[in-house]
């Protein structure tokens, strides 16, 4: 990735087929966001350095079903982004294990937008 012109951007993607309350679907996603920057401060720290200084765009898709929650798991897996997926300690309103948020980038937006473009707004 050509680090300094591109933009960059973090995509949090929170699961809405587990009927999580708004307050935990804010936490879930502020997890999946956490997780995924310290992940790429840690592999990218030039990237993480710019995503900072340039404001640190953030941007909450949702997931409706499962299946959907997989095939971006998926691509995730087989592309070069780095990303974090959440897993719920259940304590409160899903199981123990429940993957409930994935948290990808900071990375190059349009690297991103070609696994999450489908994708809408929560």
């Known amino acids: 990735m050509e680090k ?16 999580m309350g708004t307050g935990k679907m804010v936490a879930q996603g502020s997890h999946a966001s956490l997780m995924s920057f310290m992940t790429v401060e840690k592999r990218y720290p030039d990237i993480a350095e710019k995503w900072l ?6 941007i909450v898709l949702k997931i409706s079903r499962p299946e959907e929650f ?3 798991k998926l691509k995730l897996k087989k592309s070069k982004i780095p990303y974090q997926i959440v897993r719920d300690a259940g ?11 994935i948290g990808i980038g900071p990375y190059a937006s349009d690297e991103i937008n070609r696994i999450t473009a489908k994708l809408k707004l929560l």
């Open 4 to 19: 300094s012109r591109k933009e960059i951007k973090q995509i949090i993607i929170i699961r809405k087929d587990l009927g």
């Open 53 to 58: 200084s340039e404001g640190e765009t953030k």
């Open 70 to 72: 997989e095939d971006i």
């Open 91 to 101: 304590q409160t309103q899903v199981p123990a294990g429940s993957e409930t948020a």
